[in-house]
């Protein structure tokens, strides 16, 4: 099972960018890529995935503000994050996804704040 670790997390203010990564312990061109979030009270709520070849699919709430990335090199997925607003504050999870079988990181947290 391919292990995951979050990085970039922290406060931001309103406005703000931050830039999220994910590092996995095997080639993230084998897996469809993505980034989940949970709010306090919320739900989980997917914010961006990657199909390969296949396309990107971004949130409503976050479309033309979040991008996602992959690095196969480096074994990483980013989540660029811009216009952050108080409601993307959240515990931001990165996920790989191959043969219908999605492994989760440990998540990381955001927090958007004057």
């Not at 009270?41 to 990335?69: C, D, K, P, W």
Request: proline letters at 4%; glycine letters at 14%; aromatic letters at 8%.
């Amino acid at each position: 099972q391919v292990q995951l670790v979050e990085s970039g997390g922290g406060l931001v203010q309103p406005g703000g960018s931050l830039r999220l990564s994910c590092a996995a312990s095997e080639s993230v061109d084998w897996y469809g890529m993505g980034w989940y979030r949970q709010a306090p009270g919320n739900e989980l709520e997917l914010v961006a995935r990657e199909f390969g070849g296949n396309g990107i699919h971004y949130a409503q709430s976050v479309e033309g503000r979040f991008t996602i990335s992959k690095d196969i090199p480096k074994n990483t997925v980013d989540l660029q994050m811009t216009a952050l607003k108080p409601e993307d504050t959240a515990v931001y999870y990165c996920t790989a996804a191959r043969g219908g079988h999605t492994s989760w990181g440990k998540g990381i947290l955001v927090t958007v704040s004057a």
